[in-house]
């Protein structure tokens, strides 16, 4: 199974900055398609935001469209999601996932961000 970590989580104020990081434990994600899910409380879970697996294709909810930027350094293995201008409804635990697969059954921990005052 591909397992992923999520990190860079935190609290913020209303229209601050967080970079979220997903890297991979033995294994390579550049054979891979990433994407960005959230889940809020009492909520279903919700895909962010997609990028291919050489990063020249990239997808984002509407809800987060020139806020939100995924990118990904290979060599790194790692894939970030830049997220500026937070609002509270950004509130949620974030998680990774191969293939941008909503129905992923191997999630990590996630990394929680709230989003308040």
């Known amino acids: 199974q591909l397992q992923l970590v999520e990190s860079g989580g935190g609290l913020v104020q209303p229209g601050g900055s967080l970079r979220l990081s997903c890297t991979a434990s033995?294994?390579?994600?550049?054979?891979?398609?990433i994407g960005w899910f959230r889940q809020a409380p009492g909520k279903e879970r919700e895909g962010v935001s997609c990028?291919?697996?050489?990063?020249?294709?990239?997808s984002y909810a509407d809800s987060v469209k020139g806020r939100f930027t995924i990118s990904r350094d290979n060599a790194k293995n790692t894939v970030y999601l830049q997220m500026t201008s937070l609002k509270p409804e950004d509130t949620a635990v974030y998680y990774c996932?191969?293939?941008?697969?909503?129905?992923?059954?191997?999630w990590g921990l996630g990394t929680q961000v709230t989003v308040s005052s």
């Open positions: 996932a191969p293939n941008c697969d909503i129905n992923y059954t191997s």
């Open positions: 033995g294994f390579t994600l550049d054979r891979y398609s």
């Open positions: 990028i291919s697996s050489l990063g020249g294709s990239t």
